[in-house]
């Protein structure tokens, strides 16, 4: 979410909650219901679903979380309007963005939000939770962007969760940081600012391979037959998705 709004109230607690249906066989989206509290907005716009903000968020001490439901036959496309800035509070407490995706029966999700910015001073994690019924299928994808330009960036831990038929498929968790102990080494960021991870499920994983380059560096791992964790870090964010891009093309 960006921060088009200013806000007054300190220690947010908001929820927000949609239900997608559909069964059509199109990639339509067609939300069947939608619950959201400041500082989110969730709206139909096309054939994407969007979560905009309506206030500045998240800010040291909010607590966020957004639930989405994904009914048997659906195809949900599903976004953010805009970056987030996890931003410092006057307190110093930490803030977490927690959400929650249920997939049901031959259902698909489309995650794909623009990335979240971890401004100096902040402390912030996000968790994100999928899970797919055995037939259902999922493309999610999570982009950080390590301080504003010429910022260091704050502290920031993200776990990712995917679990199918109740089954852990991929659990992903990282933490970054200038005070966070080997964030900055070469088995981390290495010193890069812009960072992705992708978990594709439903389709051929085939072997691991890597794309190295001198501004970024991305892996392709499969975690199941139809299961992929894709792994990037660079310098900036067109380099990062370049090199994605490259990995999903797969090998020439």
Not at 110 to 130: F, L
Not at 201 to 230: F, H, K, N, Q, Y
Not at 233 to 240: K, Q, T, Y
Request: with cysteine; charged share 20%.
């Amino acid at each position: 979410m960006d921060h088009c709004a200013d806000r007054s109230a300190l220690d947010v607690k908001a929820q927000g909650s949609m239900v997608v249906a559909g069964g059509d066989g199109t990639r339509k989206s067609t939300l069947r219901s939608a619950h959201s509290e400041p500082p989110f907005s969730i709206r139909q716009c096309g054939e994407r679903i969007l979560v905009a903000a309506s206030a500045a968020a998240p800010v040291g001490g909010d607590e966020l979380s957004l639930n989405i439901a994904v009914l048997a036959g659906a195809r949900a496309d599903i976004g953010t309007v805009a970056a987030t800035l996890a931003l410092p509070g006057p307190t110093g407490a930490p803030s977490a963005m927690s959400m929650q995706c249920t997939i049901g029966m031959d259902a698909h999700l489309d995650w794909i939000g623009e990335p979240t910015v971890s401004v100096v001073g902040s402390d912030h994690t996000i968790t994100t939770v999928v899970d797919l019924d055995e037939t259902a299928t999922c493309r999610v994808v999570e982009e950080v962007s390590l301080g504003r330009s010429g910022e260091p960036s704050g502290r920031l831990q993200l776990v990712l969760r995917v679990r199918r038929a109740g089954r852990p498929l991929v659990h992903h968790a990282e933490e970054f940081g200038p005070n966070v102990a080997g964030a900055g080494s070469v088995v981390s960021t290495g010193g890069a600012r812009h960072l992705l991870s992708e978990v594709l499920v439903g389709v051929d994983a085939g072997e691991s391979r890597v794309s190295m380059s001198p501004t970024c560096r991305a892996a392709w791992l499969p975690v199941a037959a139809d299961a992929v964790v894709i792994l990037a870090v660079g310098a900036d964010r067109p380099s990062v998705r370049s090199a994605v891009a490259d990995l999903r093309r797969g090998p020439v």
